[in-house]
Each structure stands twice: as structure tokens, then as C-alpha cells.
């Protein structure tokens, strides 16, 4: 699960981690208050979205003006701002094309900024352990560096047996560059975000920019938090916080009926039973010459509700112009599985391409509940023929 910056902080300083002081606001009005009762001469007005790269963003109907990160010099400045965000869809890198539509800011007070740095915990799965990455290059985004500059990216895996220690922050800071007052409280700023990272079960936190101040304080004057949602019946608190609005309506669909989906930028949708069965079958879609239209893994042990409640979120995405159900029956049996498609095919009023392969558990009786359903559905023999049938299908009946 993701949150908000302006969410994450109020997270970070409970943990002792030092963040500029900042309001949320929804409505300029709300906006012109804060900036006032921060007080300053300084503010700076983030849009709040769920993406990377805002502040080089730009907004839909104003591709030339100014992104979704600006410093305003004055209180009307502030206002006159959260105007031209607020209700407005700001496009970045992360977000696409398509933009996400603004509907809150972060009124923040200005800072002294001497030094940017970047600075981030994660699950490295590599160690099996959670790592610190820092850079001096802050304020660009990770996976740049990492390929221009890689020499610039400090890594070090924390033994979940000790825990942080000051050492680690003293390592990371020397690394850094900080000198001075600086390295006592970047390692206080470290420990302070590794008690956060672990007692949230977060999967990543991530500070970029990390600055250092022209009075050598060390602050988050970015965050980003995201949650392993396994986790968050412990934390009533943090899952209070989950925008809908951010988040992709059938994802969250698909996540009420227990489905691992997500939805992606091609025409063929799939239906498969195994993370790794669903992987190999978007790669042979892809060598046929099409793509796939989202990542469906309805489980071992799905029912023939949830297979069915499968077929109607494919169905429901526009660009979907052809279906590829692969099924491996283990402990999931083919029989079940013809039967939600059946019944999801016949409630939908099915009008794209179906192409199914079934192999496994109760496999003749799955083929013979499909050849005996009336309805137009593509038998295919393995996960070759499956691909071919349906890319061509669906060049077919374009």
C-alpha cells in the first residue's frame, strides 16, 4: 500500500525522524491558512499524488507552466498556486500519459538547503535483508543514478540479529561527505527511520532529497512510504490512510475477491493459475506479436466464484480485445475453472476472442463442460498454440 508524503511524514516524526513542518490542504482557501499559519516568508505548495518525479511534472491543460512542486514567495502566491493544481491532472514520468488528477497539497515551509543526498530502506531480497541505500546525487531518481552512476550508490544490509547500530549510521554518513554535527545527526536520523521501517512493516522508505540545512540540521524534505499489506491488520492506523482514489479501481476489485491483479497496457487479457505460469504466459504472448492486458493469478484454490469474478475485472477493462484462459490443474481442477468461465462468459454476454488451455486435474471434464456450453470458445492444446490462437483471433475480428 502506498501513501501520501504529507502521510508519511506524519509517520516519520512520531519516530523522532526531522521533516519540515507542513500542513495538508484541499481547497485554496485551506492552502492560503497554512501557508499563514506556518508563518515564514517561504513555502512551498506539493501536490499530493501518488508518483514519482512531481516537481518536473507538468499539468494537462498547462504542458509550458510550472509542475506540481512550487516555492511561492508570498501568501497570495500560495494561493493563487493551489488554484491552478487543485482539481487538475498532473502528468510525470511515473504517472504516463493518462496524469492523476490533484485533489490535495502539502503547504510546507521553506528550508535552507546547502547539500541534497538521497536515502532509502528496503527489503533487499538478494541478502534477505533490509538494506540502506545513500547517494550524494539527491534529488534525482534512484534507478538513474544507478545506471549512469552506479559507483555513486552506497548499499549496506543491516544483521536483522543486531539490528541498526551506530556504526551503520557513522558508515553511511562518512560516505555521504558530513562532517561534524552532521554525522551525530544523521545517525540519529537513520536509527530513527530503520525503527519506523521495522515497526510499520514497511517495504521501502525512501527520502529524496535528504538535505542538509545552512545550520547543518538533517531533514526528509521528501518522503515516500509503502506498506506490505500482509501486515496491515496491525496496523489499523496506517491502512486508515489508503486513497482509493489513487489506486486502480480494479485492482481494488480484484483484491476483494482475493486475485492477484494488475493491470497493465495491452489487448490480450489473461487468466492463469501460478505467478509463474502467468509470467511465462505474458512473455509468449509477447512473442506472438501482441501484449498482454494485465497479470491475473487467481490461485490454486480458487473457487468458481472467484473464477468467475476473474473474468468480469478482465472484461471490464475497454482495451481488452481478446482472452487467453492457461490453466494448470494441480490443486486446482479444470472442471472449476470451465465452470466460472461458463458462467462469467454467459453474464457478461461475451463479445471478444476466448481461447482456454486446460491441462491437469479433471481435464476432460473441464473441455467437455466448455464443448457442451454453446459458446464460442477456442480450445488450444499447449501454451504455444494458446498464444498463436488468440493473437490471431484477435487480429481477426479487428
Known amino acids: 500500500m502506498n501513501i ?3 502521510q508519511a511524514k ?3 516524526t512520531k519516530f523522532g525522524v526531522a521533516v519540515p513542518r507542513g500542513t495538508v490542504a484541499f481547497t485554496a482557501a485551506e492552502a492560503e491558512k ?3 499559519d506556518l508563518g515564514g516568508k517561504i513555502w512551498v505548495v506539493k501536490s499530493q499524488i501518488h508518483a514519482g518525479g512531481r516537481g518536473a511534472g507538468k499539468f494537462q491543460d498547462d504542458p509550458n507552466g510550472a509542475g506540481g512542486v512550487r516555492l511561492s514567495k508570498s501568501v497570495e502566491e500560495v494561493t493563487q498556486n493551489a488554484g491552478q493544481m487543485l482539481g487538475h491532472v498532473l502528468i510525470t514520468k511515473q504517472t504516463g500519459p493518462a496524469g492523476k488528477l490533484v485533489q490535495r497539497l502539502y503547504i510546507e515551509e521553506g528550508c535552507d538547503i546547502k547539500r541534497e543526498l538521497y536515502l532509502g530502506m528496503l527489503v ?3 541478502t534477505s535483508r533490509i538494506t540502506i541505500m545513500a547517494s550524494t546525487e539527491g534529488g534525482m531518481e534512484i534507478e538513474e543514478v544507478a ?3 552506479p559507483e555513486k550508490i552506497l548499499k549496506l544490509a543491516i544483521d536483522p540479529a543486531t539490528g541498526i547500530m551506530p556504526f551503520h549510521g557513522r558508515k553511511i554518513a562518512f560516505g555521504l561527505g558530513l562532517e561534524g554535527k552532521q554525522v551525530g545527526a544523521a545517525v540519529k536520523f537513520i536509527a530513527a527511520m530503520y525503527r519506523a521501517f521495522t515497526e510499520l512493516d514497511a517495504s521501502i522508505v525512501e527520502i529524496n ?7 547543518g540540521e538533517v531533514i526528509a524534505l521528501d518522503a515516500k512510504m509503502n506498506f506490505d499489506d500482509n501486515a496491515l491488520y496491525r496496523h489499523p492506523d496506517v491502512a486508515e490512510m489508503r486513497d482509493e482514489s489513487e489506486e486502480d479501481p480494479m485492482e481494488m476489485e480484484a483484491a476483494k475477491h482475493e486475485l492477484n491483479y494488475i493491470k497493465l497496457d495491452g489487448s490480450i487479457g489473461c487468466m492463469v493459475n501460478g505467478a509463474g505460469l502467468a509470467m511465462a504466459t505474458m512473455d509468449i504472448i509477447k512473442l506472438h506479436g501482441s501484449a498482454p492486458a494485465n497479470f491475473l493469478d487467481v490461485g490454486g484454490g480458487a473457487t468458481k466464484e472467484r473464477v468467475t469474478s476473474a473474468f468480469k475485472i478482465i472484461l471490464s477493462d475497454p482495451n481488452v480485445k481478446g482472452i487467453l484462459v492457461n490453466i494448470f490443474g494441480g490443486i486446482m481442477r479444470c472442471d472449476v475453472i470451465a465452470e466460472g468461465v461458463v458462467a462469467a462468459a454467459r453474464e457478461v454476454s461475451l463479445r471478444v476472442p476466448l481461447v482456454v488451455r486446460l491441462e491437469g486435474t479433471n481435464v476432460e471434464l473441464g473441455k467437455k463442460i466448455m464443448a457442451e456450453s454453446g459458446l464460442p470458445i477456442i480450445s488450444a492444446d499447449d501454451l504455444g498454440d494458446a498464444a498463436a490462437k488468440v493473437v490471431r483471433a484477435v487480429k481477426e475480428a479487428a
Open 124 to 126: 533487499d531480497r538478494a
Open 4 to 6: 501520501h508524503e504529507y
Open 10 to 12: 506524519s509517520l516519520l
Open 209 to 215: 532529497p535528504l538535505v542538509i540545512t545552512g545550520a
Open 147 to 149: 545506471a549512469k552512476t
Open 34 to 36: 497554512a501557508a499563514r
